[in-house]
């Protein structure tokens, strides 16, 4: 992330509107969340021409128009779906609806893996939403493994601003030679540059899309504390609008030709699309997204990585909130929810959420 814009924009604000401080970043924050992101423009593909079933065929429910599927968990067998190639780079997106109601122990995945060709030194993005109980919110988070450092999670866990049950929103992955950055519809909500000392944790062999649905009662809610409860099933989790943007390419063979990727032409195509690029107004939107709903974030927790890794932007203030658990000190962001939340305490809450 760079610091310095970051540091120019935490500077110009509060000292022209000294005053209105509060309504200042009120409007902000309506501002940048709900009205200044026009919608990507995003060439769709109808999901037989994209993927394939991956796991219980039977439960993988293509629409009828052709442009989207549901992903159904019964007691039998959860499902989900594949690319049907493999990409070198590439921007990975869908609208996706959550399941409502009580879907505790279960969890619902969109991510990038070449975990079945590269069993030992696999690449992974994602994003893992972890149910929880009737009434309370989804949690989610984003990780990233590089040449198999699984023994080195990059987990950042969130709230989200909005109902995920409710209406459909675009989740994307965009993975450039460059960097990677986790979309919430317009919004950049994570960015992970690439750099040196990273090595080879960066991804950087072919990986395919994936989505799942499954039944991870031992971890998702709560450190598995609360179960799939198959009287609520099937819990159906509803994918449409699907985009796959980058180089297809064969994971083992050398694809160069006359020592030039075949690659680049695609890949100069794809960092130059606009979600491509974190301008500064969308880089203001993640840093207050980071600051109102993550909860969780590896680079702070300093029991787990007493130096972070190198990515790790350390930003002071945001430092500040957090414990050495890399866990948030109070239980929400925000004072006033959180003074809410202590009223109403339940089992289920941000402390208990964190479990990695
Ligand atoms: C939602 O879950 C509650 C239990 O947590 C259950 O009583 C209720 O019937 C469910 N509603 C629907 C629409 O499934
Ligand atoms: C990836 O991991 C394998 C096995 O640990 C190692 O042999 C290889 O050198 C690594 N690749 C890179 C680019 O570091």
Redesign the pocket.
Known sequence: MDHNTLRRFGEIIPKTHRNHNFLFSLFLFVFFFFSSHAAFDLATIPFNDGYSPLFGDSNVVRSDDGNGVNLLLDRFTGSGFISSSMYKYGFFSANIKLPS??TAGICVAFYTSNGDVFEKTHDELDFEFLGNL?GKPWRFQTNLYGNGSTHRGREERYRLWFDPTKEYHRYSILWTAKNVVFYIDEVPIREVLRSAEMGADYPSKPMSLYATIWDASNWATSGGKYKVNYK?APFVAEFKDLVLKGCSVDPIEESTVAGRSICSDQHADLEAQDYAAVTPRRRLAMRRFRQRYMYYSYCYDTLRYPNPLPECDIIPSEKQRFKETGRLKFGGSHRRQSRRKARTTTPVDDADQGDM
């Open positions: 109601n009580y009737a609520y």
